[in-house]
């Protein structure tokens, strides 16, 4: 299993970025998958989930409205549609594989609760 994440970089604020995650090894439309951040000096948090088909996607309340997730089944591959970009959205980004692979469609907000991660993107949000 491989994950690899592309896309960060620095943005202004209210600047857009892009996420990648490109995914092998794996039934990928069998797998809900999500992204994560950890932000200078901070844990790790969910931000952002979706299942295996893509029709259900879930969001930290932070982050509602501005990110969209979204999956691409036959490219094995993961997004992340990050828009107004905020300074408090500064951290390193990974994708993670939800490890209940028997059940697509839950998604879980519990970081615990992924078993496969990627390297991780940078991004950055300053003037």
């Known amino acids: 299993v491989q994950f690899m994440e592309s896309g960060g970089g620095l943005a202004q604020p209210g600047g857009s970025l892009t996420l990648s995650c490109l995914t092998s090894?794996?039934?990928?439309?069998?797998?809900?998958m999500s992204w994560a951040r950890q932000g200078p000096g901070l844990g790790l948090e969910w931000v952002s989930g979706?299942?295996?088909?893509?029709?259900?996607?879930y969001y930290r309340e932070s982050v509602q409205g501005r990110f969209s997730i979204y999956r691409d089944n036959a490219k094995g591959t993961l997004y992340l549609q990050m828009n107004n970009l905020k300074p408090e959205d500064t951290g390193r980004y990974f994708c993670?594989?939800?490890?209940?692979?028997?059940?697509?469609?839950?998604?879980?907000?519990?970081?615990?609760?992924?078993?496969?991660w990627g390297l991780g993107t940078q991004v950055t949000v300053s003037s």
């Open positions: 993670a594989r939800s490890k209940h692979t028997s059940d697509a469609n839950y998604v879980p907000t519990l970081m615990g609760e992924y078993d496969y």
């Open positions: 090894g794996f039934a990928f439309s069998s797998a809900a």
């Open positions: 979706i299942d295996g088909s893509g029709v259900g996607t």
